[in-house]
């Protein structure tokens, strides 16, 4: 199971609109032979049909209408590839401001964030937001294709200028890897194989650096978590918990605390698919079998030590995307966290994140987009972990009562570089 974890890279790609993350994507699947003839085909139609002529690349990933239309991503997309070295699942998150809550859904579940930028406009605020967001959400590890490099005559000294501003905003930021490498999405060159071009870039091609990242980088928790989703009635009496494994495996044998209500017990037996199993691994859909009766339902959880927080208060960090402000006692808000859903409301704002220098400044409102810090008082008991521990427990999003459209994404805890 090490191994199928080790082998695949989930990788989302941000930065502003315009700069060419939907083309480099297209050139990546194209060059590396990634797509069918038919694939190839309606790509081609849908440029003839918007007159472009030759092939957009972009249309590679920009699946809707609207899109296509537009010459905007709007949607997360996702599309799968495979070389003889790894697996890969790449978001293609959308550049514009009015979607960045997309864009923090594709880099949820991200190893890697691959940013690309216009080397004639360098590090633009979208793209700065947006490294933000990946940092927040725990990616440490990022790829950056400086883009449109001929447009800049292939020039070193443009191309170094970013590699600079690259440097000071990933150091403040805390991303522990980074490759950044000069290309051009529209003519391939450094995308799959190395450029002429460029005679003074020794580096990696975006391929290579992406086959040769880490995957599986911020599975670090400690302590395994399994919060409950399912009670299954087992033939001849006895109850089951079922619910995805996260944080470390779980073993037969293991002491487990069941949380809020603190019951200890041991775990008898692991069921996966009806078979039965030794261990259940982070990622699989489990079954366990406790030795002890218990009254768990639906929004508990099964921990090992170290053992998650159990609080009604949460410190956090908040990515506002609602269209009106959030402001303390604002809004009818409900925070669904892993399986539990319960009302919620701001205590406190304490701050708001400045993208430009990454210092907290006084606020008593989030606007749309804006990333902030923020007490919640929630009206049922939650076990969380800090999201730098476990990106499942650490987690959450708001949701609007009255709506029902998700309003914020949340993590318990404040961000390191903060």
């Not at 443009?158 to 290309?183: C, H, M, N, W, Y």
């Not at 073993?251 to 069921?271: C, H, Q």
């Not at 990106?391 to 009255?402: A, K, M």
């Amino acid at each position: 199971m090490e191994l199928a974890t080790k082998d695949l890279l989930r990788l989302a790609t941000i930065g502003s609109v315009d700069d060419g993350k939907s083309t480099l994507i297209g050139r990546l699947l194209v060059d590396t032979r990634q797509l069918f003839d038919d694939q190839l085909d309606a790509v081609v139609a849908a440029s003839e049909k918007r007159g472009i002529g030759d092939l957009d690349l972009s249309f590679v990933t920009d699946g809707l209408r609207a899109e296509r239309e537009q010459g905007i991503t709007i949607d997360v997309a996702y599309r799968y590839a495979t070389t003889p070295t790894r697996k890969f699942i790449i978001a293609d998150c959308p550049g514009h401001v009015s979607y960045t809550r997309n864009m923090a859904t594709g880099a949820s579940t991200a190893d890697l964030a691959l940013a690309v930028l216009d080397v004639t406009s360098g590090l633009k605020e979208q793209t700065r937001r947006h490294l933000c967001i990946a940092a927040l959400l725990g990616v440490r590890s990022i790829v950056v294709a400086v883009n449109k490099m001929d447009m800049a005559a292939w020039s070193e000294i443009a191309f170094q200028r970013v590699v600079d501003q690259i440097e000071t905003l990933s150091r403040e930021l805390g991303f522990t890897s980074k490759v950044v490498i000069p290309v051009s999405a529209l003519l391939g060159d450094n995308v799959v194989t190395s450029s002429a071009n460029t005679p003074w870039y020794a580096g990696p091609t975006v391929l290579d650096a992406l086959e040769a990242s880490e995957a599986g980088s911020w599975e670090v928790a400690q302590g395994a978590r399994l919060p409950i989703q399912w009670v299954l009635r087992q033939p001849g009496g006895g109850r089951t918990y079922a619910g995805m494994v996260s944080g470390e495996a779980f073993n037969v044998g293991d002491r487990v605390t069941l949380l809020p209500a603190n019951v200890e017990t041991t775990i008898r037996a692991i069921n996966f698919g009806g078979e039965s199993r030794l261990e259940a691994v982070v990622g699989l859909a489990a079954d366990l079998d406790l030795a002890d009766e218990t009254d768990a339902g639906r929004g508990d959880l099964i921990a090992t030590a170290p053992l998650p927080t159990v609080t009604r208060e949460l410190e956090a960090t908040i990515c506002w995307f609602g269209e009106r402000p959030l402001s303390v006692g604002g809004q009818r808000l409900r925070l669904k966290h892993t399986t539990k859903s319960t009302p919620v409301r701001v205590q406190a704002i304490t701050g708001v994140i400045d993208i430009a220098s990454l210092s907290i400044k006084d606020a008593a409102s989030l606007a749309t987009n804006e990333i902030g810090l923020a007490t919640l008082l929630t009206a049922d008991a939650l076990v969380v972990d800090d999201y730098r521990e476990d990106r499942v427990t650490g987690s959450f999003v708001l949701i609007d009562e009255v709506t029902n459209a998700t309003v914020a994404a949340g993590m318990v805890g404040h961000a390191s570089f903060l």
